[in-house]
């Protein structure tokens, strides 16, 4: 699936419906070149779990922010900064991926063979000043599903 947003309110929008169709467990990778929108897109998808997206920063140097304030945790990495996968193996990420809420993953080429096949796949590129193409693939049948589901709310 592939969608063109034409703004960073669309962009935090597409996040939103997103989210409406998450569950707990789900793991959201965002991958693009910097300024094509991750973090904005993440922003979304807190917003559509009812954090307020104003609080939702970039844990660029710190590589994980927890938000418990919504209808289910978010836990959003940045592997930005990671040198190789081995780096993150103390933090217990798994226990993230893993838990009671939804992962949002930017970066996720940087964990190589860590990054769990079950994630929802999400690249951006960027078109133009605030021109961003989104475009979709699911890991597996349930992240297929998952994808329809986010298409049809997206579309309304």
Same mark, same amino acid.
């Given at each position: 699936?592939?969608?063109?947003?034409?703004?960073?309110?669309? @962009?935090?929008?597409?996040?939103?419906?997103?989210?409406?169709?998450?569950? !707990?467990?789900?793991?959201?990778?965002?991958?693009? &070149?910097?300024?094509?929108?991750? @973090?904005?897109?993440? !922003?979304?998808?807190?917003?559509?779990?009812?954090?307020?997206?104003?609080?939702?920063?970039?844990? @660029?140097?710190?590589?994980?922010? &927890?938000?418990? &304030?919504?209808?289910?945790?978010?836990?959003? +990495?940045? +592997?930005?900064?990671?040198?190789?996968?081995?780096?993150?193996?103390?933090?217990?990420?798994?226990?993230?991926?893993?838990?009671?809420?939804?992962?949002?993953?930017?970066?996720?080429?940087? %964990?190589?063979? %860590?990054?769990?096949?079950?994630? %929802?796949?999400?690249?951006?590129?960027?078109?133009?000043?605030?021109?961003?193409?989104?475009? +979709?693939?699911?890991?597996?049948?349930?992240?297929?599903? %998952?994808?329809?589901?986010?298409?049809?709310?997206?579309?309304?």
């Amino acid at each position: 699936m592939r969608i063109i947003s034409e703004s960073v309110r669309q @962009t935090l929008d597409i996040g939103r419906a997103i989210a409406r169709n998450l569950k !707990k467990g789900d793991i959201v990778c965002l991958s693009g &070149q910097l300024g094509s929108g991750k @973090t904005v897109l993440a !922003k979304g998808i807190a917003w559509g779990l009812g954090i307020n997206p104003k609080d939702v920063s970039s844990p @660029t140097f710190i590589l994980i922010r &927890q938000y418990h &304030q919504g209808s289910l945790p978010l836990y959003h +990495f940045d +592997f930005y900064r990671l040198k190789s996968p081995q780096d993150i193996l103390g933090l217990g990420y798994e226990e993230y991926f893993y838990a009671d809420g939804v992962s949002v993953i930017e970066w996720p080429d940087k %964990l190589k063979y %860590l990054l769990p096949e079950e994630s %929802l796949d999400i690249k951006l590129s960027i078109k133009g000043l605030r021109k961003r193409l989104i475009e +979709f693939k699911a890991g597996n049948a349930l992240q297929e599903e %998952l994808l329809k589901k986010i298409y049809e709310n997206i579309r309304h």
